[in-house]
């Protein structure tokens, strides 16, 4: 380095900046089977009148920005916006992606029987009452 900065050795010295390093992302749909599942459950929610999730939703911290993970489908506002909370449909995801979208203030499911079980007894039911 020095030979190539002629001497002028100002530029090495002192601290060096830290360098960040990115932290893996995980997640995210991984198989046609998973894709399938996704769209699926989409078309079955318009049917009910019910809000689309979002593929491959990019979950950020909200502190820093950076990107933690992709779900593989979200609800960000919940599905009832700012009536209930976010959900996230994780299919075959570790444990560390359900604590990251738990600890975020998800509802997790990792199945759509799972979720369309609590989507008919906990959504629609408040909507046929209303």
Request: with cysteine; aromatic share 6%; proline share 5%.
């Amino acid at each position: 380095m020095e030979e190539l900065l002629h001497g002028d050795l100002r530029w090495l010295e002192g601290p060096t900046a830290p360098v960040s390093v990115a932290a893996p992302v995980i997640g995210g749909i991984t198989s046609e089977e998973e894709e399938e599942q996704v769209e699926a459950l989409n078309r079955w929610m318009v049917e009910h009148g019910l809000p689309h999730g979002m593929v491959s939703f990019d979950f950020s911290d909200a502190e820093t920005g950076e990107q933690r993970a992709v779900f593989d489908l979200a609800w960000p506002n919940g599905i009832q916006e700012e009536l209930s909370q976010p959900v996230a449909l994780l299919l075959n995801e570790p444990g560390e992606m359900i604590a990251i979208a738990s600890q975020a203030g998800y509802r997790c499911f990792q199945s759509v029987a799972d979720l369309k079980r609590y989507i008919e007894s906990d959504i629609l039911v408040m909507e046929d009452a209303a």
